[in-house]
């Protein structure tokens, strides 16, 4: 069965920090990929979203930056976090048009 | 652009009976999916039912049902029998026609059940 992995759970980082998100798929080959930020309260806004390995498109412009360097592995990274890059985010899968799979999610609070 | 609209930011439904939960979107492509999500405090996203823009019938899934308005573009979410655990905030997303799979979401909707 497919699964997937998102960490940390949390972080605490102050600004000016370096940023990486690491998500992994097991159990599906080929998976489209996406990173999702959820503000408190609020809708999720696709950030990234990858269809295959070095093939990434960006939704929105920001201060982030994705990488997908394997098949199932998806990250996120910023060089200098700023306190509106906190947030819930959420990296996502789908292997078809009908079915989206969502990590645990990490709740970033940058300070 | 895809566009979602939940007009309910909170809602308050007793134990046992059904809730509706409002959904338009609006699109000009002739093929999209709909899809509702739950999120607990947690912060998971648990998918709950799904439907596609040809399908002829609404789609049911245990005590999910949606309620497809296509001419009217609004795809309502139906929970029959509601239980404490129900209570979560409530999304709902569009997938984009044939190859793109982006999911579009709408600002959701907080569900508290009453005991």
């Known amino acids: 069965s497919q699964t997937i992995h998102q960490w940390p759970a949390t972080l605490v980082q102050p600004v000016g920090s370096p940023l990486s998100l690491e998500c992994t798929v097991e159990?599906?080959?080929?998976?489209?990929l996406y990173w999702y930020r959820q503000a408190a309260g609020r809708g999720l806004q696709l950030l990234f979203y990858?269809?295959?390995?070095?093939?990434i498109s960006s939704e929105v412009p920001q201060n982030l930056s994705a990488s997908r360097p394997q098949d199932r592995q998806f990250i996120l990274s910023s060089k200098k976090l700023l306190l509106s890059d906190s947030g819930f985010y959420l990296c996502a899968w789908s292997g078809d048009r009908y079915g989206y799979t969502f990590g645990s999610g990490t709740r970033l609070t940058v300070v | 652009a895809q566009k979602i609209t939940q007009t309910q930011p909170g809602m308050f439904v007793q134990e046992k009976e059904a809730v509706t939960l409002d959904c338009t979107y609006d699109t000009s492509d002739p093929s999209y999916g709909l899809f509702w999500y739950k999120q607990p405090s947690s912060g998971e996203m648990i998918f709950l039912i799904y439907?596609?823009?040809?399908?002829?019938q609404n789609a049911t899934e245990g005590r999910y049902s949606l309620n497809f308005q296509k001419a009217r573009k609004s795809a309502n979410l139906v929970i029959s029998a509601s239980q404490l655990g129900d209570s979560a905030m409530y999304f709902c997303a569009m997938r984009g026609p044939y190859n793109d799979y982006k999911l579009s979401f709408g600002a959701g909707t907080t569900v508290t059940v009453r005991a």
């Open positions: 159990g599906t080959s080929n998976p489209n």
């Open positions: 439907q596609g823009s040809y399908d002829q």
């Open positions: 990858s269809v295959g390995i070095g093939q």
